[in-house]
């Protein structure tokens, strides 16, 4: 069997698996980690959807992601929402929020390029995390923002939010895979590819962009609500954390830029590596440390990512094979058949 024609039983029984997994590893300590993976997984998809596409690296989506925490916390505040599954409906909502203020944020970064593109997106997202500290009056500053008390036992505790983040994630991933296999998808690739010939070919790139990236907030204000729900209370620093975006880069760059699977592979072993490492070591700047050599290794030694890597392997694999078994069967009419078959 073919890998193409494999690749759809694949798929199935790896959403059987995730469907089921919090269900058979039942442990609290697993499912916790499950859940903070799925969330970093949807919230790198969601980011590869600008940046992967558009070739724009974004290092400021952190401002959307904390957005969302907010939102989310001040709709349940002023609506006296009770805890349970209600706030969860809440959480399309801080998406709109988000993406609304992706559109202003957007238009003024998008007017740059490449390295003042990046510093732009990081002092926007400083911006945001002063407002959250400074505007008191909304955001609680300092002291930040609690959620409804949910009263769920230890066990089931982390059910809800795992169903949560899991469908997310293949609402990301669906709106991925439809862009990569659409007009509007080869646009982005396009200006990927080269910028200055795709606007000269008429393609629209300010508004491309610009749409990409509101996507991209959008998804992730949805994560930033789940994650806040989770975690129950949280403050400026943690909403608006520099180290998310190094995070969601360091995922997508590790499994493979621009890829479908590439973020959540690299969410697979980025966030269960992470929170190991905070547990052994916790608030040491060693942490920070590791995790920049980690970064480091991964554009050095994996510059294309693993999904790209394993393709490009996998095809030269598959050619020597082919060129091989050509090579054997030489005068034999029959088996050069076999071989162009093989071939097609």
Not at 17 to 24: C, K, N, Q, T, W
Not at 59 to 70: I, K, M, V
């Amino acid at each position: 069997m073919s890998l193409s024609k494999a690749r759809p039983a694949l798929l199935l029984v790896l959403f059987l698996v995730a469907a089921l997994f919090p269900l058979v590893f039942s442990n609290p300590a697993i499912t916790t980690v499950a859940v903070f993976t799925l969330i970093y997984a949807a919230s790198g998809v969601a980011w590869n959807i600008f940046s992967g596409y558009t070739g724009y690296i974004a290092l400021g989506h952190a401002a959307f992601f904390g957005t969302g925490c907010y939102v989310i916390a001040l709709m349940c505040e002023h609506w006296n929402t009770p805890a349970g599954y209600e706030p969860f409906l809440f959480v399309p909502v801080a998406g709109l929020v988000a993406a609304v203020l992706a559109i202003p944020v957007g238009a003024i970064a998008l007017r740059t390029r490449r390295h003042t593109f990046v510093v732009i997106t990081i002092a926007i997202f400083f911006i945001f995390q002063l407002m959250a500290f400074n505007l008191s009056g909304i955001t609680n500053g300092s002291s930040g923002m609690s959620l409804p008390l949910l009263l769920w036992s230890g066990d089931f505790f982390n059910i809800p939010f795992y169903y949560a983040s899991f469908i997310l994630l293949l609402l990301a991933l669906g709106a991925a895979w439809w862009i990569r296999n659409s007009k509007y998808g080869l646009t982005l690739l396009a200006i990927r590819d080269d910028e200055d010939r795709a606007r000269g070919l008429g393609v629209k790139t300010a508004m491309m962009k610009l749409s990409a990236f509101v996507l991209s907030a959008f998804f992730v204000g949805m994560a930033g609500a789940i994650w806040a729900y989770f975690m129950q209370n949280f403050f400026p620093q943690f909403a608006f954390d520099p180290l998310f975006d190094v995070s969601v880069a360091l995922m997508c760059f590790m499994g493979g830029l621009g890829t479908l699977s590439g973020p959540i592979i690299g969410a697979l072993i980025v966030i269960p590596a992470q929170q190991y490492l905070e547990i052994q070591i916790g608030d040491s700047p060693l942490y920070l440390v590791l995790y920049g050599v980690l970064f480091l290794a991964v554009i050095l030694l994996l510059p294309q990512g693993i999904v790209p890597s394993l393709s490009r392997w996998w095809a030269t694999r598959k050619s020597r094979h082919l060129e091989a078994a050509a090579e054997s069967s030489e005068g034999t009419p029959g088996a050069q058949q076999t071989v162009v078959a093989e071939s097609r």
